[in-house]
């Protein structure tokens, strides 16, 4: 069973930088992804990268603050997020997938536990 471990969650002031991290074992899987989830709120897609060829996509509320990267040797991804805002306030979670389908959630099998990013204004 794949195991993905999220780390690099926390408290931090509007405008500040934080870096999430996910570790996810040695399972052959096509995309990771970073989803997130506010209180009362759905799930939703923030960013995902192909794990081979490195592509990547991002929500449009995060493009240009967020950059997701891969490094292959540790079998880590990470979410680096700048320009941090309340509004990204939520709980994030890596996931792992076999299929294109990256910013539908339900296409991912593999789920981490989560990580808790507050941001204060």
């Known amino acids: 069973q794949v195991q993905l471990v999220e780390s690099g969650g926390g408290l931090v002031q509007a405008g500040g930088s934080l870096r999430l991290s996910c570790a996810r074992g040695t399972l052959s899987i096509y995309v990771m992804g970073w989803f997130r989830q506010a209180p009362g709120k759905e799930r939703e897609f923030v960013a995902a990268?192909?794990?081979?060829?490195?592509?990547?996509f991002y929500a449009d509320a995060v493009k240009g603050r967020f950059t997701i990267s891969r490094d292959n040797a540790k079998n880590t991804v990470y979410l680096q997020m700048n320009s941090l805002k309340p509004e990204d306030t939520a709980v994030y979670y890596c996931a792992a997938s076999s299929s294109l389908r990256y910013r539908d959630y339900a296409a991912y099998a593999f789920w981490g536990r989560g990580t808790q990013v507050t941001v204060s204004s």
């Open positions: 990268i192909t794990w081979s060829g490195g592509s990547t």
